[in-house]
């Protein structure tokens, strides 16, 4: 019996063994048991619907469909809070989520969230100051990890965490506190208002506030150079990266656990290839599928393929604006005060008119943009914050000229109006400097013959945008103001404010990261830009906002060259969603497919 | 010898301090990397001040080249301010594939040249050397991203439109263990990279033979009855050669480097691309480190050179 029971124990103890070992095995492949799980007796336990439909990215069928997107740029990480780069927001949009999103149409509207928080629907609080969200219940990351209101808070401490560096923390350092009574609601306090709270935690045209894994992140510090932030290997948007060969492509597989169902395409790729040229031929040949970032130039070119390839052009709240530099040294009622002075007639608003008069925007529109985009009245162009009263002025060389002489700027024998400003004779001869794209340089061009006709000398510089754009530390030519008139692209969105006109952020040695790079302190102006933000009404906003673009229109501080459009080309055979300039393309990627 | 070698040691290590200075001092004029973010509406001014004072860049220049000279002595290149990935990661990940490349193209371009400046030398102002001359002028003047282009359109876009087998743009997604594969896709960018390269190649060449094929020595070995074969391989290439001895050895340091136009153009992921990519951004610290281990490579190929010229010729002695 004695015997016995030692032979016993020596197996139990052997069994044990066998059983320990064979353990590890176990746990490597759970994918293959959590869909068994939700059949087995357990699922009384827990609600049936609310369990993760598998752990894994699903796996590429033979004969499965698959898409290849050539971007022209390789985003340098992909999560945005630790990078600037359009292409990272692009890739976000295809592997996280955030709890808001920019439709097709340009409305904001719920993407983890049931909806989005109104003061109607006690989301967002009298005061403006309490902004609560409801998720969506059951959601799942891609490793089948439940996705709670837990990790909105992990998201918002770690960008607030000293020991991560994000490129930006606007907004986040606005909020005092979240509150999670439960796993599906996120109340978030802010200390003071906050109009903009919708680009916070959310993924738009200029913001990708996805929301990250507590899971996987939890403990850590130095995010910026972590391996997850570089590329997410767990998420919660339609697709995750399987793999990413740097400089070449990038695999991406369904989520099987995505809270919008799985996605009508098997995988997606995404090839970098730098040169547009390059591009247009593969879309020709069919090795890629689309390309997102084609130039205004290019508009004819991609539109003569058709019927092989498609052209989608989509006109953009961004804008190509010149603008006078109008920096007083001394400032305005003590306020704004830059480096430099601006070139001395452009004080005067109808030497501005005259100059907006004198060029032919719309000619250029039509010819070098193939009319496929429009001038704007206003810097908020194509988007619901539009001025809708306002009309650009037509070309009239013959007023510009009138005003011109109205001003005391006459006709000189050289062909170059001449005339007293402040006591000095000044010739109406400057400097305009832009960056060396071909576009730009095409349109100087054109400006300067334009002007040449109404007597005013327009000298192009083009400068490359490393230095053009450089700070001032480096004497970069925006915020330094080394410049009489300049030009290039900007826009205000999702959200409508900018504190390029604010006395406040006139660039200087004082304040050399100022963005008011107009050099303009306009004291009135100033301050009706502040009043934007001075509500969390968005009707009151809106009313602040027409009055700031009529100032603007009506003391001609810019001349607003053209509306910028995103040229897309794709094959016949790719079939994207419905898409608009603040979704862009990659916002629905789950309903894409291919014919 | 030995002697020689340490000398050029030392004056190889002075050189690189040089060279990394200019670098430096280059890039970082040439483009600012908080220009990046300088129209960014996600950042406030305050966000902007604090990645400047991360990044280092409101140390003085000189105290920003040290830090970055400091770490280099120690055998790091440092990360990139974008990627934030370690350089030497980067470079790694890209050198594989700029090495078959260039090497592919380097080699067929020295035996193409070879053949052409030989024969155009023997044939002297014959049809074929003007021929090999006119082709070689155009080869050399024609910019390379039109070559490039012009391949793609031929055999890629409009070879598919008449029906016909064609070639990859390049801009396909392909595996890259499959050796067939890898001859289609080199096949189109070593073709560009080649009509660039040969022409001058085959011009030094040509010189070169014909200088040797005038001299005494050759008319004497012609004079005494040997075949012209023999004449040519045996006496007069080898002497003719030698130039082209230090030509390659100073081109294949830039091998590394890469092809930044081809690179673009049949969007190959190699070193150029990595280099332009980063240039314009104003990384310096990837910048740098391409450069760094770029003129390593030439300084060091520059020694060898002169020790192998000591071996094909035995009149040079190093001391």
């Given at each position: ?296 130039a ?21 804008f190509e604006h010149y603008f006078f530099n109008l920096g ?12 430099v002075d601006g070139f001395c007639p452009f004080k005067d608003v109808r030497v501005r008119k005259a100059l907006t008069l004198g060029i032919n925007r719309e000619a250029i529109v039509e010819t070098l943009l ?5 001038v ?16 650009p002025d037509a070309y009239d060389p013959d007023a510009a000229g009138a005003l011109l002489d109205e001003a005391g700027y006459a006709l000189g024998s050289d062909g170059i109006r001449a005339g007293d400003c402040?006591?000095e004779n000044v010739k109406l001869s400057f400097n305009f400097e832009t960056t060396t794209s071909q576009i730009r340089i095409d349109i100087a061009t054109i400006v300067q013959s334009d002007l040449a006709k109404i007597g005013v000398e327009f000298k192009p510089i083009h400068t490359p945008a490393?230095t053009f ?8 030519v925006m915020?330094t103001g080394k410049y009489d008139m300049a030009g290039y692209t900007t ?26 790079w107009y050099l303009n ?34 003391n001609y501080y810019v001349i607003m060259m053209y ?33 | ?319």
């Amino acid at each position: 019996m004695k015997r016995n029971l030692s032979v016993l124990l020596s197996l139990l103890v052997l069994a044990s063994i066998v059983l320990a070992a064979c353990a590890p095995a176990a746990t490597e492949a759970p994918a293959t048991e959590a869909p068994s799980a939700t059949e087995a007796p357990v699922a009384t336990e827990a609600p049936a619907a609310c369990q993760p439909a598998g752990t894994e990215p699903i796996a590429f069928p033979d004969g499965g469909k698959t898409v290849t997107g050539a971007w022209d740029q390789e985003p340098d990480s992909i999560v945005p809070y630790f990078t600037q780069m359009s292409y990272a927001i692009w890739i976000t949009q295809l592997t996280l989520a955030g709890l808001g999103e920019w439709d097709d149409q340009g409305n904001f509207v719920p993407e983890l969230a049931v909806e989005v928080p109104t003061a109607d629907n006690g989301g967002v609080s009298a005061d403006g100051l309490t902004i609560t969200w409801k998720l969506k219940d059951c959601l799942f990351w891609s490793d089948g990890e439940p996705l709670t209101s837990a990790d909105v808070v992990f998201t918002w401490e770690a960008i607030m965490d000293p020991g991560n560096a994000p490129t930006s923390r606007t907004g986040y350092d606005k909020i005092a506190s979240i509150e999670t009574p439960d796993d599906t609601t996120v109340v978030i306090t802010f200390s003071e208002l906050y109009p903009p709270w919708q680009v916070l935690f959310t993924q738009g045209p200029n913001n990708a506030g996805a929301i990250l894994p507590k899971h996987m992140l939890e403990g850590q510090t130095g995010l910026e150079s972590n391996d997850f932030i570089h590329q997410p290997t767990v998420g919660s948007g339609p697709w995750v990266i399987t793999e990413w060969i740097p400089g070449d492509y990038m695999t991406l597989l369904p989520n099987p656990n995505f809270h919008g169902g799985r996605p009508v395409l098997d995988q997606v790729q995404v090839r970098f290839v730098p040169d547009p040229a390059t591009a247009q031929a593969a879309l020709q040949t069919g090795d890629v599928d689309w390309f997102p970032n084609f130039s205004e130039a290019e508009i004819s070119t991609i539109g003569a393929l058709e019927p092989d390839v498609h052209l989608i052009v989509v006109p953009g709240a961004d804008f190509e604006h010149y603008f006078f530099n109008l920096g007083t040294t001394t400032g305005v009622d003590g306020r704004g005060a830059s480096d430099v002075d601006g070139f001395c007639p452009f004080k005067d608003v109808r030497v501005r008119k005259a100059l907006t008069l004198g060029i032919n925007r719309e000619a250029i529109v039509e010819t070098l943009l193939e009319g496929k985009t429009t001038v704007p009245s206003s810097q908020w162009p194509n988007s619901s914050w539009t001025n809708s009263s306002l009309t650009p002025d037509a070309y009239d060389p013959d007023a510009a000229g009138a005003l011109l002489d109205e001003a005391g700027y006459a006709l000189g024998s050289d062909g170059i109006r001449a005339g007293d400003c402040n006591g000095e004779n000044v010739k109406l001869s400057f400097n305009f400097e832009t960056t060396t794209s071909q576009i730009r340089i095409d349109i100087a061009t054109i400006v300067q013959s334009d002007l040449a006709k109404i007597g005013v000398e327009f000298k192009p510089i083009h400068t490359p945008a490393g230095t053009f754009f450089g700070s001032y530390a480096d004497g970069g030519v925006m915020p330094t103001g080394k410049y009489d008139m300049a030009g290039y692209t900007t826009g205000f969105y999702p959200d409508p404010y900018t504190d390029n006109y604010k006395c406040e952020s006139v660039p200087s040695a004082a304040n050399p990261s100022g963005t008011n790079w107009y050099l303009n302190c306009d004291p009135a102006l100033s301050d009706l830009m502040e009043e934007v933000n001075a509500s969390a009404d968005p009707a009151v906003r809106k009313e602040k906002l027409d009055e700031a673009q009529k100032y603007i229109f009506d003391n001609y501080y810019v001349i607003m060259m053209y509306a910028r459009a995103n040229v897309y080309g794709h094959t016949d055979r790719f079939v994207p969603g419905p898409f608009g300039f603040f979704s862009n393309l990659n916002w629905n990627s789950e309903v894409w497919d291919v014919k | 010898m030995w002697s020689y070698l340490a000398r050029r040691a030392i004056q190889a290590i002075f050189t690189l301090l040089i060279i990394t200075v200019l670098c430096f001092i280059l890039t970082r004029l040439s483009a600012d990397p908080m220009a990046q973010y300088a129209t960014s509406q996600r950042m406030s001014a305050e966000d902007r001040e604090a990645l400047r004072e991360r990044l280092g860049l409101n140390d003085p220049l000189p105290v920003q080249y040290l830090k970055w000279l400091g770490l280099a002595l120690q055998g790091e290149l440092g990360n990139s301010f974008f990627s934030k990935q370690p350089v030497s990661l980067m470079i790694s990940q890209r050198l594989p594939n700029t090495l078959i490349l260039m090497v592919t193209a380097e080699i067929i371009t020295v035996s193409l040249a070879l053949v052409l400046g030989i024969l155009s030398a023997v044939k002297q102002y014959s049809t074929v050397d003007n021929i090999i001359t006119a082709l070689s002028f155009i080869g050399f003047s024609m910019p390379i991203f039109f070559i490039a282009l012009g391949l793609m359109l031929i055999f890629s876009v409009q070879f598919k439109e008449w029906g016909l087998p064609y070639l990859p743009t390049g801009a396909d997604i392909w595996d890259k263990k499959d050796p067939v594969e890898l001859l289609k896709h080199l096949i189109l960018p070593v073709s560009a990279l080649v009509i660039i390269l040969t022409a001058g190649y085959a011009r030094y060449i040509r010189t070169s033979m014909l200088e040797v094929l005038g001299l005494d020595y050759v008319r004497t070995a012609r004079a005494k009855g040997l075949t012209s074969r023999a004449v040519l391989f045996k006496h007069a290439l080898r002497n003719a050669a030698l130039p082209l001895v230090t030509i390659i050895g100073l081109d294949i340091p830039f091998l590394i480097g890469g092809a930044l136009v081809t690179e673009q153009v049949y969007a190959w992921p190699g070193m150029g691309r990595l280099f332009w990519e980063y240039a314009q951004r104003g990384d310096f610290p990837v910048v740098l480190g391409i450069l760094l281990i770029i003129s390593t490579a030439v300084v060091i190929f520059t020694i060898i050179t002169d020790v192998v010229y000591t071996f094909v010729d035995p009149r040079i002695r190093l001391g």
